[in-house]
């Protein structure tokens, strides 16, 4: 599958879960729905060039490590999803515990209050992981052509205003800032976590559905299995599945509207 066809996917399963959880508090479910985004792209990482690969950021990943695994090798394996989900979990407390809660000490320590330390302590870490997980957005929307120069010139806004925005700066930088405002919300990691794993899971069954398979069971076995090969990447048989996700959104909206 393409890059967009994965992210289109991850796009569809948020916004199911935007419906079907409408109770869930903004610090739960917008973590959670990034990581179903995000997640549907972070597979193709051991392919240079792909959506995934092409951030900046984790461009010398794929290119160093991760490429020379093989395509469509351990990193589209269940076992992946689940150690992607499980270190970023793990590795954000242990973050907390050898930086964030020594500054918060040090701030409370002299006089600061106690909500504003925990807010900068968190904040540094949340403002460099939602920078990538801004950073990979921006790819996925490049993949389905959201443009937000387009946008705002379809609006009449970009010319009058002379604003134009640059995608990725501007992802990387919302990203940071909404780090350092989740800083002091401790809900924001699991639920990003979930979703980067869960959206991991979708991109290896999109993967499935095509004629080359994925490794699912490594490191039990590199072979690649699928689950219904219906068409190889890139054809017009992918376009029109494209176009069966986008219409599950629309109906999802449609019954969502209806209920």
Not at 52 to 62: D, K, L, Q, S, Y
Request: hydrophobic share 50%; glycine share 16%; proline share 5%.
């Amino acid at each position: 599958m393409l890059g967009r066809t994965h992210f289109l996917t991850g796009l569809v399963a948020a916004e199911a879960l935007i419906l079907r959880a409408p109770q869930l508090p903004p610090t739960v479910l917008l973590p959670a729905c990034a990581g179903l985004a995000v997640g549907t792209l972070l597979p193709d990482l051991d392919k240079q060039g792909s959506y995934a690969a092409r951030t900046g950021i984790t461009e010398a990943v794929a290119a160093e490590g991760l490429a020379k695994l093989g395509h469509r090798g351990p990193t589209h394996s269940i076992a992946a999803a689940g150690l992607a989900a499980t270190g970023l979990y793990l590795g954000g407390r242990l973050f907390d515990a050898i930086l964030a809660m020594p500054v918060y000490r040090y701030l409370v320590g002299h006089g600061a209050p106690a909500a504003t330390a925990l807010l900068v302590g968190n904040g540094i870490g949340y403002a460099v992981l939602f920078a990538v997980v801004g950073a990979l957005l921006a790819q996925g929307l490049k993949a389905v052509g959201v443009s937000p120069n387009r946008t705002l010139g379809a609006l009449r806004l970009g010319r009058s205003l002379r604003l134009r925005i640059r995608l990725r700066p501007a992802s990387i930088g919302g990203g940071f800032l909404a780090g350092l405002l989740y800083g002091g919300a401790g809900a924001a990691l699991l639920p990003l976590a979930l979703g980067i794993g869960g959206g991991m899971i979708l991109h290896d069954l999109a993967d499935g559905l095509n004629r080359e398979g994925a490794a699912y069971f490594w490191p039990i076995t590199r072979r690649h299995f699928r689950i219904l090969p219906l068409f190889t990447t890139g054809t017009g048989w992918e376009y029109l599945f494209d176009l069966g996700v986008v219409m599950l959104g629309v109906l999802l909206v449609l019954v969502g509207a209806a209920a």
